[in-house]
C-alpha cells in the first residue's frame, strides 16, 4: 500500500483536522463525536440539511457543508456509516427551529444508523424527516437485493435541496423535493481499478491490466460485471444507455449531465466521457441544461467514473443556479 | 468489572480481536472487508466501559455493551448488534446470573430486536442465519430441562451449522446483495461473527 497518510488508524482524525485548518471562516468540525458544521449555524428560522456516511468519498460529504448546501456532515470511519450519536449532535447543533432533513443513500448501514439517529434526535423535540436516495440502476433486482444505492444524485439532492431551504421552504417541501429529485435522477458506475482502504492496504477486488468491473458501487465493492476494457465511447453508451432505459428520459427533455470521477481518474479523461454522453444525448433529443463534471462522490483511490443524469425543470434549473458556497461547490449568482 | 456477563465480553473481545483479520477477509470477499476493524473497535470500547462499572447485573452490563457498539461500530453491525445487546440487557436486568429459560428469552428478545431492525429474514444470509437457529435450540434445550451450560453448547452448535449454511446462499440484504450470484460459495462475515458471540458464551457459562 502506497498512501500519503501518517497512521492508517488516524486517517478520518487527521483529514478532518485538515479540513478545519482549511476553512475555518466556513466550517466547524467537532471529534467527539465527529461532524463538520457550518461555521455560522444554527441558521434560525431555516429548515437545516444533514448528510453522512463513510469516510473516503471525498469531498462528499464534508466538502458540501456550507451555505446553500448542507448545514452538517457526519463522517464514518472510511466506507463505514457514521453512528446515531455523531449525527444526533450535528442535527442538535444545526437545528434552528424549523426542523432538520436527513439526506442518507441507501447502504443498510447509513440507513439503520440513520433510523436510530432520528428516533434520539425526535425523542428530543428535534423534528426530523429523512430522504433515502437510490439512484444506482446497476443494481437490477431490489426485491432480491439491499434495494438501489445512493449514489451520485445524492449530491445534486443536497445542492438542490440546500437552496430551498435557503428559500425558506418548510421542512415538507424540501422533504418532497429531495424525493422528487431522486425519483428523476439515475446513475450508473464503472471502475478501472480497486481502491485500498488504509486499514486492510490490499484491494478491495482484482482487475486484470484488460478488465474493467461494471455496475460498482462507491465503496470499493466489486460491480455486477466484469468485462473486457472498452474505449470511453464504448463505456459511455453502456454507462448511459442503462440510465436511459430506466429513467424518466424523452425526447425533448432537458437534463443535468453530471460526469463524476472515482478519485483516481484525471479530469482529462472525464471530460472524454462527457464528450461521448453530451453525443449520446443530443442523438436522442435531450438536451443538456446544466452539467457537472469532477470528483465529488468518489471512491478513495479507486479509478472510473460515474454518470448520473436528473431530468430537470425550472424549479430545478432555478434551485441549481442558486448560489452555494462549500468548499468543493461555489458559485454565485 | 466482574460477573458471567462481564467474564463473557471479555472472551468475546478477545476472540473478535484474534479472528480480526479473518473477519476482514470474509468481508473482502463479499462486502467491503471492514467487519473485523468495526467490530474489534467497538469490542475493545465494550471492555473499556465495563471496566469502569462495579454493577454486575447483566441488564446494566449488556446495556453498556449495546450503548458501546451503536456508538463506535458503525456499519449495518453497529446498529444490530448494538440493538442485540441492548435487547439481551432489557430482558435479564434485574439478574446476576440466569437459567437456561432466561438466556432462552433474552436471546429470543435479541433475535426480535435484530430482526426488526434489519428486516432479514432467515436464508437471506445475515447474521440472523446463525442467531436464529441458536435461539432456537436454545429454547428447546431449555425445555429439555438443559443444564444453562449444555443449552448453550446447543445453541453454539446451531449457529455454527447456521453460519456454515450460509455458504451457498445467495445474499438479499446488506451489502453482499449487490453482488447477485457472486456472493455464493462465500460464509457470510456477520453469521461468522455471532457465531464466535454464542460460542464464547456458552465457553464462559461452562467455565463457570
Known sequence: ?333 | MSGVGAEWIRKLAAEVAEQRSALVELDTAIGDGDHGTNLDRGMRKAVQQLDGMSDSDLGAQFKTVGMALVSSVGGAAGPLYGTLFLELGKAAAGHEELDAAGWADALEAGVRGVQARGKAEPGDKTMLDALAPAAEALRAAAEAGDSPADALRSAADAADEGMRATIPLQARKGRASYLGERSVGHQDPGATSSHLLLRTLADTVAAV
Open chain 1, 1 to 333: 500500500m502506497k498512501k500519503l497518510i501518517n497512521d492508517p488508524d488516524a486517517v478520518t482524525r487527521e483529514a478532518l483536522e485538515g479540513m478545519a485548518a482549511a476553512h475555518p471562516d466556513r466550517l466547524r468540525v467537532s471529534y467527539e463525536p465527529a461532524f463538520v458544521v457550518r461555521a455560522d449555524a444554527p441558521q434560525q428560522g431555516k429548515v437545516a440539511i444533514v448528510s453522512g456516511g463513510g469516510s473516503g468519498h471525498e469531498p462528499m460529504h464534508g466538502g458540501f457543508v456550507g451555505p446553500g448546501m448542507l448545514d452538517a456532515a457526519c463522517p464514518g470511519e472510511v466506507f463505514t456509516s457514521p453512528t446515531p450519536d455523531q449525527m444526533l449532535e450535528a442535527t442538535k447543533a444545526v437545528d434552528g427551529g424549523a426542523g432538520v432533513l436527513h439526506i442518507v443513500k441507501n447502504y443498510t448501514g447509513d440507513v439503520l444508523n440513520f433510523e436510530m439517529a432520528a428516533d434520539l434526535a425526535q425523542g428530543e423535540g428535534i423534528e426530523v424527516a429523512a430522504v433515502v436516495t437510490n439512484d444506482d440502476v446497476a443494481v437490477e433486482d431490489s426485491t432480491y437485493t439491499a434495494g438501489r444505492r445512493g449514489v451520485g444524485v445524492t449530491v445534486l439532492a443536497e445542492k438542490l435541496c440546500g437552496a430551498a431551504a435557503a428559500d425558506g421552504r418548510p421542512l415538507a417541501e424540501v422533504a418532497e423535493l429531495c424525493r422528487r429529485v431522486n425519483d428523476q435522477g439515475r446513475s450508473m458506475g464503472m471502475a478501472l481499478t480497486p481502491c485500498v482502504t488504509p486499514g486492510s492496504g490490499k484491494p478491495s477486488f482484482t482487475l486484470a491490466d484488460d478488465e474493467m468491473e461494471i455496475g460498482i458501487g462507491i465503496h470499493g465493492e466489486p460491480g455486477r460485471r466484469t468485462e473486457k476494457l472498452a474505449p470511453a465511447a464504448a463505456v459511455t453508451e453502456m454507462l448511459a444507455g442503462a440510465i436511459l432505459d430506466d429513467g424518466p428520459f424523452a425526447d425533448g427533455d432537458r437534463v443535468l449531465a453530471f460526469v463524476n470521477g472515482m478519485g483516481a481518474t484525471p479530469l482529462i479523461e472525464l471530460y472524454i466521457v462527457y464528450r461521448e454522453l453530451h453525443r449520446i444525448l443530443e442523438a436522442r433529443g435531450i438536451a443538456v441544461a446544466r452539467n457537472l463534471v469532477g470528483n465529488y462522490i468518489t471512491a478513495l483511490d479507486m479509478a472510473g467514473c460515474s454518470i448520473t443524469l436528473l431530468k430537470l425543470d425550472d424549479e430545478l434549473e432555478r434551485l441549481w443556479d442558486a448560489p452555494v458556497d462549500t468548499p468543493a461547490l461555489r458559485w454565485s449568482a
